[in-house]
T-cell receptor, first 114, second 113 residues
C-alpha cells in the first residue's frame, strides 16, 4: 500500500543553520506530495506541495523537489529561524476509488535555538 | 479564511462514556476526515466522508463511528470510551478532486480516565 517514511526527530539546530528533513514514499502510480507543519497547540497547515515528478514546491523559504527516481521529497531551508520550531509532516495523496486520501509520515520535530 | 472548527480543545471523559467530537467547516467541502495523532505514529485515518450520509472506514475505525447529516458537519463518536483512545483528534476537510490540500481544525485533546 501507500506509505511515507520520514526521519525521526527531534532535529535540533541553531538559528541560521541549514535544514534538511528527509522523506521517502512508497506508492503505485503518481501521487501528489505535501509537507504540512504543525506549530505548538495548533492543527496542521499546508507548507508546500508538488504534483508531478521534478516539480519543486516552495513557501516561506522552504523547498522540496519531487524526485520520482529516488521516491523522495526532502524538505530544505537555507537558514532556519526560532519561529520555524514545529513538527513537520510529509504526506502523499492518491486517488483511491474516486477520491483523495492523505497518507502521513510520523512527523519530525524541529527545535531551533537562538 | 477557510475555517475548520472543532467543538472542544480539551476533553476529559470517563471509561465507558459515549463521547461526541464535533467538527464544522465553512468551505462547502465535500470531503471530511477524522484522524488521531499519537507520538511516533503520526496521523492515522479513522473515518472519512465524501458526501452527506456517506462514510468510509479508514485505517483504524475500531471503537469509533461517525455521522454526517449535513455537509458542513462531521461528528466522531466513541461508543464506549477506553483509556487507549486517549489521544489528539484532528478533523480535516477538502475538495474531492485533487491534488488538493486538506484544511485542519485545531485539534481536540481527549483524555479518558
Amino acid at each position: 500500500g501507500n506509505s511515507v517514511t520520514q526521519m525521526e526527530g527531534p532535529v535540533t539546530l541553531s538559528e541560521e543553520a541549514f535544514l534538511t528533513i528527509n522523506c521517502t514514499y512508497t506508492a503505485t502510480g503518481y501521487p501528489s506530495l505535501f509537507w504540512y507543519v504543525q506549530y505548538p497547540g495548533e492543527g496542521l497547515q499546508l507548507l508546500l506541495k508538488a504534483t508531478k515528478a521534478d516539480d519543486k514546491g516552495s513557501n516561506k523559504g522552504f523547498e522540496a523537489t519531487y524526485r520520482k527516481e529516488t521516491t523522495s521529497f526532502h524538505l530544505e531551508k537555507g537558514s532556519v529561524q526560532v519561529s520555524d520550531s514545529a513538527v513537520y509532516f510529509c504526506a502523499l495523496s492518491k486517488l483511491n476509488t474516486g477520491f483523495q486520501k492523505l497518507v502521513f509520515g510520523t512527523g519530525t520535530r524541529l527545535l531551533v535555538s537562538p | 479564511d477557510v475555517k475548520v472548527t472543532q467543538s472542544s480543545r480539551y476533553l476529559v471523559k470517563r471509561t465507558g462514556e459515549k463521547v461526541f467530537l464535533e467538527c464544522v467547516q465553512d468551505m462547502d467541502h465535500e470531503n471530511m476526515f477524522w484522524y488521531r495523532q499519537d507520538p511516533g505514529l503520526g496521523l492515522r485515518l479513522i473515518y472519512f466522508s465524501y458526501d452527506v450520509k456517506m462514510k468510509e472506514k479508514g485505517d483504524i475505525p475500531e471503537g469509533y463511528s461517525v455521522s454526517r447529516e449535513k455537509k458542513e458537519r462531521f461528528s466522531l463518536i466513541l461508543e464506549s470510551a477506553s483509556t487507549n483512545q486517549t489521544s489528539m483528534y484532528l478533523c480535516a476537510s477538502s475538495y474531492p478532486q485533487g491534488p488538493t490540500e486538506a484544511f485542519f481544525g485545531q485539534g481536540t485533546r481527549l483524555t479518558v480516565v
